[in-house]
């Protein structure tokens, strides 16, 4: 489990990851040789699995955000999931219960671009039907875990 001192470690690199140790030990009041250690421990045991820039897709020129629901042919669920992972434009793929059996997150630059996705995916081994479900508005995007650790 996570003690007090690794959660607030966490909120700082969770809110800044390029913040150096220094700066972090004075927020946690820790001495910075610790802060390294502890944080080379929450890497090692998978806390911590990158530190990484959180790009703005619209500025990048990327406008539409798509969710498209899967169902699979029967036994064919993994055959698909493996499939989709070929494909750059997937930013995420959930195997989920219910009516579908996986979830894809999708940015596009145009709707265009997103009918000729769905296209080229429509070859995918095992596909039975999709739903394409397109954002109007994002509303709320990532949340720090840490704001919900006990």
């Known amino acids: 489990m996570l ?6 470690i966490l909120e700082v690199l969770e809110k800044d990851s390029r913040a150096p140790l220094r700066k972090i030990s004075k927020q946690v009041k820790i001495p910075p040789s610790t802060v390294y250690e502890r944080i080379k421990r929450l890497r090692k045991r998978g806390v911590v699995r990158r530190f990484v820039a959180i790009l703005n897709p619209k500025a ?5 955000l798509a969710f498209i629901f899967i169902k699979a042919r029967a036994g064919m669920c993994s055959t698909v999931a493996e ?3 070929e494909y750059p434009e997937i930013l995420e793929i959930y195997e989920v219960t ?10 596009m630059r145009s709707y265009e671009e997103l009918n000729t996705f769905l296209d080229k995916m429509g070859g995918i081994e095992g596909i039975e039907s999709t739903c394409t479900i397109i954002t109007i508005i994002v509303l709320k995007m990532y949340k720090d875990v840490t704001s919900f650790l006990c």
Do not use: A, N, S
């Not at 003690?3 to 607030?8: A, I, L, M, S, Y």
């Not at 219910?98 to 940015?107: A, F, L, Q, S």
């Open 3 to 8: 003690d007090e001192v690794d959660k607030r």
């Open 60 to 64: 990048l020129g990327f406008l539409v």
């Open 83 to 85: 499939g989709l992972k």
């Open 98 to 107: 219910g009516d579908w059996d996986i979830i894809i997150k999708v940015i």
